[in-house]
């Protein structure tokens, strides 16, 4: 199984901060790797695939990097709205995909 | 647009089966996409149940020591899981969703969500 490590797993900012969350994969992964945003009482909703690439619709404040094992999740400019828990997901694996722990995010 | 609606039993006693089905609607069952559920437990992370090809084999969390089954209905448009033998750490929001295939490895769209409680 690939295991995937977040962190950190909860962080406060301020609106207008950059925020990185890191997520790291027990093994390589190349750039198999999205990170989606849940809401509370909300499904999860994709922002970054394929490592680094940016969802249709999503602003030009997110951004991804990595590849290999280790991955980082960055918010610029911090908006009240982006209040939310962030999870990385590995599929490399494609019959075993699995999600990294979450990193809840708060002002 | 592609919408997925999750149904079933929303309190269930230890021991029972968990029986869920996901309709599916603005995309074919039997299109390039895999079907997938995946599940939240209260106050916790993600957690990936096992994904379905209509037609074609089904994978699962081995966490689930085979308690799960996937299956698909074409003629419905719509899949189901089946978990065996609940117990209290079933107990969750439990999500289904659409996922691309392995060169994306994508949750598309997803349902909003149902909450299963195992209680005696």
């Known amino acids: 199984d690939i295991q995937m490590t977040q962190s950190p797993s909860s962080l406060s900012a301020s609106v207008g901060d950059r925020v990185t969350i890191t997520c790291q994969a027990s093994q390589e992964i190349g750039t198999s790797l999205n990170w989606y945003q849940q809401k509370p009482g909300k499904a999860p909703k994709v922002v970054i695939h394929?490592?680094?690439y940016l969802e249709t619709g999503v602003p030009s404040r997110f951004a991804g990097s990595g590849s290999g094992t280790y991955f980082t999740f960055t918010i610029s400019n911090l908006q009240s709205e982006d209040i939310a828990t962030y999870y990385c997901?590995?599929?490399?694996?494609?019959?075993?995909?699995?999600f990294g722990g979450g990193t809840k995010l708060e002002i | 647009q592609v919408q997925l609606h999750e149904s079933g039993p929303g309190l269930l006693r230890p021991s029972e089966t968990l029986s869920l089905t996901c309709a599916v609607s603005g995309s074919s069952i039997s299109s390039d996409y895999y079907w997938a559920w995946i599940r939240q437990p209260p106050g916790k992370g993600l957690e990936w149940i096992g994904h379905?090809?209509?037609?074609?084999?089904?994978f699962y969390n081995p966490s689930l020591w085979h308690r799960a089954i996937l299956s698909v209905d074409s003629s419905k448009n719509q899949f189901s899981l089946n978990l065996t033998s609940v117990t209290a750490a079933d107990t969750a929001v439990y999500y289904c969703a659409r996922l691309r295939d392995s060169d994306q490895g994508l949750f598309d769209f997803w349902g909003q969500g149902t909450l299963v409680t195992v209680s005696s």
């Open positions: 997901q590995q599929y490399n694996d494609f019959h075993l995909l699995s």
């Open positions: 379905v090809y209509s037609p074609g084999p089904a």
């Open positions: 394929d490592a680094s």
